[in-house]
């Protein structure tokens, strides 16, 4: 219309000086407390790689590597090692299958409007989260000095089946009794808190069309709650890996007895423990990835996005300039902030 000034070519004006201005140089925010931090961090960094790979130590009048890291690759993939290895791969894997099943029943009986069932899982998780895992280990490895058998019958009468505690409860299943019992424990908090994250307003839907309680859980309210349960169970199962350590109490050979079984002949311990926290450190790091990937599917459609790896946030440091944006997951876009 005549007379009318259009504001975005008023403000274009304005900002940029007129028409024929030269543009206005945007200059980037510095940030020197960024390259002072990682100046230092970079030091560090080569104090712990020089002391690591070229330090030395006098041993018996000989100049001798400090970590003795030939002693390490020789030892690394031994058979005792893989052993044990595989040991501890067994008694994570049993015992997060027990603690996970277990802790959901736990969960959803603590929810339940049966004050007794509710009272009997609070009971649960009270004792096996009040006492050390090391005692609980302990006591199932003892267990057959209070129950040399276990009987199984009429509660308060006749027993039919009658079995050898020392035959059933080897050192193997006590340390799966003890590491899964206590696991369950933990579990049910986290499912509860899972559960109880969902807003109430949809199970009350799903139960006003016709579904039923165990309906609306298996699918309504839990795959909602497995994007906050998720994080801490990967949490808990790193915690597994590591806790299984303590099976070695009970004489299961797992990956720390197993090079405690050789630094006893050789007298070699640091180095021993240098393959055992190496295999643990690899272990560790496999489960961390697919614990993100998990994340990364039941966080679709939620508003807050999944933390980036440290892969993909040194992918995106060193993004080459021509590459389209669009190719780049949103994710990415959202984070890149971290590697500016």
């Known amino acids: 219309m005549p007379g009318s000034v259009d504001p975005l070519s008023s403000t274009h004006g304005a900002g940029s000086g007129g028409a024929g201005s030269p543009p206005i140089a945007a200059i980037p925010v510095r940030h020197p407390g960024r390259w002072v931090m990682g100046v230092v961090v970079a030091v560090l960094l080569a104090m712990l790689v020089n002391t690591l790979a070229f330090s030395h130590t006098v041993r018996s009048g000989q100049v001798q590597p400090r970590f003795q890291w030939g002693i390490v690759g020789q030892y690394f993939t031994s058979a005792p090692v893989l052993r044990g290895l595989v040991v501890t791969l067994e008694l994570t894997v049993i015992s997060m299958a027990i603690g996970i099943a277990l802790g959901v029943l736990l969960a959803i009986l603590r929810l339940s409007p049966n004050p007794l069932l509710a009272g009997a899982s609070w009971l649960y998780i009270w004792f096996f989260r009040g006492t050390p895992v090391l005692v609980q280990l302990l006591f199932w490895y003892a267990l057959s000095y209070v129950y040399p058998q276990l009987t199984l019958g009429v509660p308060f009468g006749p027993a039919f089946v009658h079995l050898d505690a ?175």
């Open 166 to 340: 020392n035959t059933l409860i080897t050192p193997f299943v006590a340390a799966i009794m003890g590491l899964a019992l206590n696991e369950a424990a933990y579990m049910a908090e986290i499912v509860r808190a899972g559960i109880q994250s969902v807003d109430i307003g949809q199970s009350e839907a799903a139960q006003s069309v016709g579904m039923s309680r165990l309906m609306t859980l298996r699918h309504i309210v839990l795959p909602q709650a497995m994007r906050l349960i998720i994080p801490p169970t990967g949490n808990e199962t790193i915690s597994m890996l590591k806790t299984s350590s303590l099976a070695s109490v009970t004489a299961v050979t797992e990956l720390l007895l197993s090079v405690q079984n050789i630094y006893s002949r050789t007298y070699q311990t640091v180095p021993l423990l240098m393959v055992a926290s190496l295999w643990y450190l690899i272990v560790t790091s496999v489960l961390t990835v697919g614990q993100h990937y998990l994340e990364v599917r039941y966080s679709r459609g939620s508003a807050q996005q999944t933390p980036l790896t440290l892969f993909q946030r040194f992918r995106l440091s060193f993004l080459p300039s021509h590459v389209n944006p669009s190719t780049i997951p949103s994710a990415m876009i959202e984070g890149r902030s971290f590697g500016e």
